[in-house]
């Protein structure tokens, strides 16, 4: 018997749904910085970088065109994302399209605020004296948040051990 239990998240239901185990003070806060997000989208700030990576980084031109091209889909995409979760951030239970929309926009504020916090992923101590002790408390926890997701996902995945392959 372990020690502890993992409180799960986001939990695959029977009909394929998923149910959502957050308070509402959870919700109100991935709402928030979900706008804090789609704000940034505009922006060419440092921080918003790894949201808009380089394709091309050997050919500075070709790179130029295709972040023309790309970029506003990218925004759009993501503008889209963040009107889902406000959407439906009171629902108790969200479908695979809406659950995926959750984990990508809570990675890029993952992927943002790893970015102003300059975090590397081969050491991160958190020191307690450090002065944004809350942005990195944060950082774990839209971590945890994409992680309990990945895992709630992928549990509904057909094992690949089962499939009889042709």
């Given at each position: 018997?372990p020690?502890?239990r993992r409180h799960?998240?986001?939990v695959?239901?029977?009909?394929?749904?998923?149910a959502v185990?957050l308070?509402q003070?959870a919700r109100?806060?991935?709402v928030?910085?979900?706008q804090?997000?789609d704000?940034?989208?505009d922006?060419?700030?440092?921080e918003?970088r790894r949201?808009f990576?380089?394709?091309?980084?050997?050919?500075p031109?070709?790179?130029?065109?295709?972040?023309v091209?790309a970029?506003q889909?990218l925004i759009?995409?993501?503008?889209?994302?963040?009107?889902l979760?406000?959407?439906?951030?009171?629902k108790?239970?969200?479908?695979?399209?809406?659950?995926s929309?959750?984990?990508?926009?809570?990675?890029?504020?993952?992927?943002?605020?790893?970015t102003?916090?300059d975090v590397?992923?081969d050491?991160?101590?958190?020191d307690?004296?450090d002065?944004?002790?809350?942005?990195?408390m944060?950082?774990r926890?839209?971590g945890e948040?994409?992680?309990n997701?990945?895992e709630?996902l992928t549990?509904?995945?057909?094992?690949?051990?089962?499939?009889?392959?042709?």
């Amino acid at each position: 018997m372990p020690l502890f239990r993992r409180h799960l998240l986001f939990v695959p239901l029977d009909d394929g749904s998923y149910a959502v185990k957050l308070s509402q003070e959870a919700r109100h806060g991935i709402v928030t910085l979900a706008q804090q997000l789609d704000d940034l989208l505009d922006t060419d700030l440092p921080e918003t970088r790894r949201l808009f990576p380089t394709a091309y980084p050997e050919d500075p031109e070709r790179d130029a065109g295709y972040q023309v091209f790309a970029r506003q889909q990218l925004i759009d995409k993501r503008r889209d994302a963040v009107e889902l979760i406000r959407s439906t951030a009171s629902k108790d239970r969200l479908t695979e399209d809406e659950l995926s929309a959750w984990m990508g926009v809570l990675n890029d504020l993952r992927l943002v605020l790893g970015t102003m916090l300059d975090v590397s992923e081969d050491d991160y101590d958190i020191d307690s004296d450090d002065p944004n002790i809350d942005s990195h408390m944060l950082y774990r926890y839209l971590g945890e948040l994409v992680h309990n997701i990945v895992e709630a996902l992928t549990t509904s995945l057909p094992d690949p051990e089962d499939e009889s392959t042709p």
